[in-house]
């Protein structure tokens, strides 16, 4: 059994004025350790997508199983980084962390947790703004803080909700050379959302299209051939980048056209 | 240091509006209503109790300032007996369903029940006057805590509550660290708003039961036909409840940045 199996997972939203089938039979299968990357336009379920293996949302059908147990509900074992930084404004830095160490660490001491806080703040290069409120950062801070406090639970598995789209364009290759260190570091399995075609390739091992919705699913996984540890200086030049990038493009391409 | 035009006008243009007030006064107080005390009149006769605030010669007779800490120790009492009950009371609206369709009817139903009518009944229930007029602050200040301290609970951000589920926190953690600090905010605004409406009621309360402090002086100066001395007290009203809504909005400030 693979180590994250979704299976026919469908989502529809109901609002007084109709309802919006968002996810139209997702399946996916993950090993242990693989960073993946669904990316989809604006709009097509991602969000929806990455709740409901959150456990934040539960679907109308289909099954979630990560590591030979159903998902049910939200669980730390699941870290997620939220689309919009979503810290907690009345906490530091520190503190925001901290919440993630605590919760899943009650048997440790006081001092062995926040030692455990303080590497992670360092891992994403904040020590200096640890005391900091999140309004005090810019926006590549406060994403780091929820990088950080995605991995504080030492999650099974990632999430990544287009953690980076809301940076400007320098902020966002210097994060996401960030989060190659980061995983380098402490291999997780990732599923990062995107709607940014370049960062999925120099991030991920393969990418997912989503198609547009409405009943979007995933397309063909594309892998990305490229070898470890990636440098985004070589990337744009070599041909397995390009491959990856016309696959994913046009795939979507060829949904909207079929779709219009 | 040399004031800027913006700055000027910031001082003198209150100042402008203040003798206004005091020249309509003036004129109201030699034509229409010669009863009324002009200011200079009701100056003249409460200087001892503005210039000496402390002074005491018997129950009835003293400083404005004396009076003033009189009011202002009961509207402190029955605040905090509003907030006491007033902010759980909210956080269980806004947290619960069920409690917010068993008791938003009755809390809709008494919150427009004026303190003239809950006095009376204070007295029933507690058969002293300083206890029935904390009552009735306490009764009718409290809703604006309640209330947007329920509204506070609801409008926190789904993302704040979803980051307390992923993480499986406690229900008392998912309080303390979520749910209190996200809401304190609205709960502030309505701290503020219920002491203002607490120094509404004291006048009145005071004025039914006859205890000392600014609202009693004012009913027994009434009663003498000391008129100068209910617009002594009239202005201590104000100038009170001008200087405790700003504290608290200082307060609010606070809370609404952090
Ligand atoms: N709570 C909701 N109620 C009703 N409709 C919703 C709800 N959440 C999302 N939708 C709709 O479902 C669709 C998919 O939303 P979703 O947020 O999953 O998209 P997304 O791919 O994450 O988009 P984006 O890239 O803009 O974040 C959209 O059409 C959206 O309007
Ligand atoms: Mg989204």
Redo the contacts between chains.
Sequence with gaps: MAYLELRGLEKSYVTPRGTTRVLGGVDLTLEDGDFVAIVGYSGSGKTTLVSLI???LRPDAGTIVLDGAPVTE???E???V?Q?Y?L?P??TVFENVA??VD??NPALGRTERRRITDELIALVNLTPAAWK?PRELSGGMRQRVAVARGLA?RPKLLLMDEPFSALDALTRATLQDELLRIWGERRSTVILVTNDVDEAILLADRIYPLTPGPGAVLGPAIDVGLSRPRERRHLSLSPAYQKARQGIVEFLRACRRGAA | MTMTRATTQRILLPLVGLLAVLAVWTVISQTIARDLPSPARTWDESRRYVLEPFFKDGEMNQGIGRLAFYSLVRVGKGFLLALAIGTPLGFLLGLSRAFHLAFDPIIQFLRPISPLAWLPLGLVIFQKSEPAAIFTIAVCAMWPTVINTAAGVRSISPDHLNVGRVLKLSRWKMLVKIIVPASLPYVFTGYRLSLGLAWLVIVASEMLTGTPGVGGFLWQEYNSLVYSHILLSVVTIGAIGFALDRLMGVVEARFRSA
């Design positions: 959150a456990g934040l939200p669980d730390p699941r870290g997620i939220f919009q979503s907690l009345w906490m919440l993630a919760a899943v409120r639970t």
